[in-house]
């Protein structure tokens, strides 16, 4: 036997220890009902990819992977496995992408893991420590995601070698770093959020591909101006050309419109930015208004003042716009009014004077 695919169906009870084989190379149980994985086993060196996400595995989460181990892509995602992780994984030295998110698993990351791995996602666990600072010069890391676990210190400097990273999500967690400036310029997605990041933003290179930040709910000062707003072209695109991005796999949690929403994946002209609940002061910058696919943007409870800008009357894909909890000033521009996709608008609690815009969306509020 070489391939095994019963993904997809009710299959309860146990995995059996008879069913690795000895030729074995691609095996597929995921999405049944599966509880635990007899003992003892042996998986076969032949084995290359291996899905056994979103069942109902618990206990220690044990992988023999056999030295000179072919294995290319794990999943087991989605279960209640504990323990740590298992250095045996460090056997699998082409090991390109590793699902182990959505568990119980606590203990620190093996830095051996960090070789040739390009998915790396462990989002929902109970991961301590650091992050290791070991990413080699011919790294190919894209996706990175350790949300939501109790990880601490800061951002790996050595990041700066994966020139391919598009996705970076340590938000949720206990790190305490300045804004990860070295970070590739390929990015798409940079999330922060609730953790202990502090200092002035203050970054000289360009990202050209950025579409969602959420740096929200850390210690970010300064001026909002010392962002490279201009530069984030992507933030720019008109219209919905059909191209969407990370589908495979792809889990990302933003709270939008008031809510924590999953998403399992974004087009290219979708754009998020929330700056929210840091203490950020000074003025809105005016080229805000040019991020003309911007979906979601959160300033809220900040420090800053100065007029809303005029310009924010260009965001025409604009579907929610919090400003609260700051000290703002004027009035708010009768360019809002304009809007015709604006759902949530939140600017209580600033020093906001004068008449409320008509029209369109403004309508609709209570």
């Given at each position: 036997?070489?391939?095994?695919?019963?993904?997809?169906?009710?299959?309860?009870?146990?995995?059996?220890?008879?069913?690795?084989?000895?030729?074995?190379?691609?095996?597929?149980?995921?999405?049944?009902?599966?509880?635990?994985?007899?003992?003892?086993?042996?998986?076969?060196?032949?084995?290359?990819?291996?899905?056994?996400?979103?069942?109902?595995?618990?206990?220690?989460?044990?992988?023999?992977?056999?030295l000179a181990s072919n294995l290319v892509y794990l999943s087991i995602s989605n279960n209640s496995l504990s323990g740590s992780i298992p250095t045996s994984l460090c056997n699998a030295k082409d090991l390109d992408i590793l699902y182990l998110s959505e568990n119980k698993l606590s203990g620190g990351i093996p830095p051996c893991l960090f070789e040739n791995i390009s998915i790396f996602h462990m989002r929902q666990n109970n991961i301590s420590g650091i992050i290791p600072d070991n990413f080699s010069m011919d790294y190919k890391l894209q996706y990175f995601n350790l949300n939501n676990n109790t990880l601490e210190g800061r951002i790996p400097r050595s990041l700066e070698r994966c020139w391919l990273l598009k996705f970076m999500d340590v938000?949720?967690?206990?790190?305490?770093?300045?804004?990860?400036?070295?970070?590739?310029?390929?990015?798409?997605?940079?999330?922060?959020?609730?953790?202990?990041?502090?200092?002035?933003?203050?970054?000289?290179?360009?990202w050209d591909f950025l579409q969602i930040v959420d740096i929200s709910s850390n210690h970010f000062n300064g001026s909002l101006e010392s962002f490279n707003f201009s530069d984030w072209s992507a933030m720019t695109l008109q219209g919905d050309d059909g191209i969407a991005i990370f589908r495979n796999g792809f889990v990302m949690t933003l709270n939008m419109k008031g809510m924590n929403l999953e998403l399992n994946g974004i087009w290219n002209d979708f754009s998020i930015i929330d700056l929210s609940s840091n203490n950020f002061q000074g003025e809105i910058p005016n080229v805000i208004g040019n991020l003309t696919s911007l979906h979601n943007l959160n300033f809220s409870h900040n420090a800053l003042n100065g007029n809303i800008p005029r310009s924010f009357g260009q965001l025409s894909h604009l579907e929610s716009l919090d400003l609260s909890g700051n000290q703002l000033t004027g009035p708010i521009p009768m360019e809002l009014g304009e809007l015709t996709f604006l759902e949530v608008l939140n600017l209580s609690h600033n020093k906001l004077v004068g008449m409320i815009p008509n029209g369109h969306q403004f309508q609709t509020f209570s």
């Open positions: 036997m070489e391939t095994l695919d019963l993904s997809n169906n009710q299959i309860g009870g146990e995995i059996p220890s008879w069913i690795w084989g000895t030729q074995l190379e691609y095996m597929d149980l995921s999405f049944n009902r599966l509880t635990y994985v007899q003992k003892p086993y042996h998986m076969s060196a032949s084995l290359r990819e291996l899905y056994l996400q979103s069942n109902q595995l618990t206990g220690e989460l044990h992988l023999p992977v056999p938000g949720n967690n206990n790190m305490k770093d300045t804004f990860p400036c070295m970070l590739s310029s390929t990015l798409r997605v940079l999330i922060l959020n609730s953790n202990k990041f502090h200092g002035e933003v203050r970054c000289h290179n360009s």
